[in-house]
């Protein structure tokens, strides 16, 4: 059974960073889709970056390219999102996902494609 933790959340001031971490077990990086996704007050989840670990593919919500990047730490099975220049529309609660590829990087923001989901870790940006 997959597993996974985020972590890194955390309470900042706009215009810093913050980097997540999700910690993954029960399976291996090597041919998964795994997703960021983050869900605010009264809005629907949305998704936010992913990427397929087989092969690095990667998919970034337009409301975050240029500011967040998604990677992998294939040693500690674990996805990472670094997320800069954060503004309060960034507050959130956030979620990491995986599912079996295929991965088609055009519709990974879609998170009914993905069948395992951690907990969330809260990302709150203040002006």
């Known amino acids: 059974q997959v597993q996974l933790a985020e972590s890194g959340g955390g309470s900042v001031q706009a215009g810093e960073s913050l980097r997540l971490s999700c910690a993954a077990s029960g399976y291996t990086y090597s041919s998964y889709c795994m997703g960021w996704f983050r869900q605010a007050p009264g809005k629907k989840r949305e998704g936010v970056a992913a990427i397929y670990t087989g092969g690095g593919g990667t998919y970034y919500a337009d409301s975050v390219k240029g500011r967040f990047t998604i990677s992998v730490d294939y040693a500690n099975n674990t996805l990472y999102l670094q997320m800069n220049g954060l503004t309060p529309e960034d507050t959130a609660m956030y979620f990491c996902?995986?599912?079996?590829?295929?991965?088609?990087?055009?519709?990974?923001?879609?998170?009914?494609?993905?069948?395992?989901w951690g907990q969330g870790t809260q990302v709150t940006v203040s002006s």
């Open positions: 996902a995986a599912h079996h590829p295929p991965c088609l990087m055009a519709t990974e923001g879609d998170s009914s494609k993905y069948k395992y």
